[in-house]
């Protein structure tokens, strides 16, 4: 694996808006106050041109928002590039990235959650490249930050380990009158076991949010595969599941198993899901076990990754070791 250069003070962090841009004058307010955050923190901040846009479910066309990627990614003074906001549909500026500027690019860090995962999987399990599942851009706009965007920003400058354990609480219900609020943190963190009391797993880390990921299967854009088979310590997967209803999380991991995805699977972190209503009878748990119960693996559910927050910064990439017991969780990645 390939594990871009830490973070100094006064290095530059790039944002562009891969998805959907920031238009309303909340979201400005709270893209703003991000920048002056980072500003005070240490750093120099860059945005392309189309982080200030929106057409309705993206922020410029998939050619524009592929360049502008591009562009950062070859910037020397850029350290790491962080997506603007999430989105729906980041999958249609693959086709536009350039291939042979990526392989000769030296590799930096490039962090964002929801659609942006799909970008941070594409780059990762294609060119061997670490990248971070973890806050958007537009999260550092709130006024205290939380414990995960201070763990977040500590990594990308200390970069060798990150080790991280399950919070307190967290937000069911987004607040969205104030522009710099932080987590409405109301519901009890409690990690579940589909299996077990109490176990550990290991293995190399990848994924992402499954709405998005899923869609490069079986497109020249999969090489989960080849990916996967090279790591003899196998794989921990994580997933994070935005929209899918219960029958359609269960078809797209049946996807993913017939694909091959799944072959050196040690074990699954499951991240807390906004959708977990039943489909006629079919529930959650029904959802989960008819998903993973013949992979014969450790299961983990309701974890601190994807759209209820906090969140862990999951590292693409990263050898990690994830231990569990009585509802509580210890994540540590190791960049090796």
């Not at 039943?278 to 993973?292: C, G, P, Q, R």
Request: glycine fraction near 6%; charge should be negative; charged fraction near 25%.
């Amino acid at each position: 694996m390939i594990f871009p250069d830490k973070l100094n003070l006064g290095d530059t962090i790039a944002t562009t808006a891969i998805s959907c841009g920031c238009a309303d004058e909340n979201d400005i307010l709270r893209l703003e106050n991000s920048i002056k955050k980072l500003k005070e923190y240490g750093f120099n901040v860059k945005e392309t041109r189309n982080v200030r846009t929106n057409n309705k479910l993206d922020s410029s066309t998939p050619k524009e928002r592929a360049e502008e990627f591009m562009k950062l990614l070859e910037d020397s003074e850029v350290k790491v590039i962080i997506a603007t906001n999430g989105g729906e549909i980041l999958m249609d500026m693959l086709p536009y990235l350039d291939i042979e500027r990526i392989k000769k690019s030296k590799p930096k860090w490039i962090q964002g959650y929801s659609a942006p995962s799909l970008l941070n999987y594409f780059i990762t399990t294609n060119f061997n490249i670490a990248t971070i599942n973890s806050v958007n851009f537009k999260s550092f706009g709130m006024e205290n930050w939380h414990e995960c965007l201070i763990k977040d920003i500590e990594f990308l400058k200390n970069g060798d380990i990150i080790s991280q354990n399950s919070f307190d609480m967290f937000e069911s219900a987004r607040v969205k009158d104030d522009p710099y609020a932080g987590y409405a943190l109301s519901e009890k963190v409690e990690y579940k076991s589909l299996y077990s009391k109490e176990d550990t797993v290991k293995g190399r880390i990848i994924g992402g949010c499954i709405d998005v990921i899923s869609l490069v299967l079986g497109t020249k854009f999969d090489n989960t595969v080849n990916f996967c088979k090279q790591f003899d310590e196998g794989m921990l997967w994580y997933i994070d599941n935005c929209e899918l209803n219960m029958a359609g999380f269960y078809r797209t991991i049946w996807q993913m198993k017939q694909a091959g995805w799944f072959n050196n699977a040690r074990g699954f972190l499951i991240g807390r899901t906004p959708v977990e209503k039943e489909y006629f009878d079919f529930n959650y748990l029904d959802s989960l076990h008819k998903a993973f119960d013949d992979l014969n693996v450790p299961v983990f559910y309701d974890v601190d990754i994807g759209h209820l927050p906090p969140q862990w910064t999951m590292v693409n990439g990263s050898l990690g070791e994830f231990k569990y017991l009585d509802g509580r969780g210890e994540l540590v990645q190791k960049m090796v």
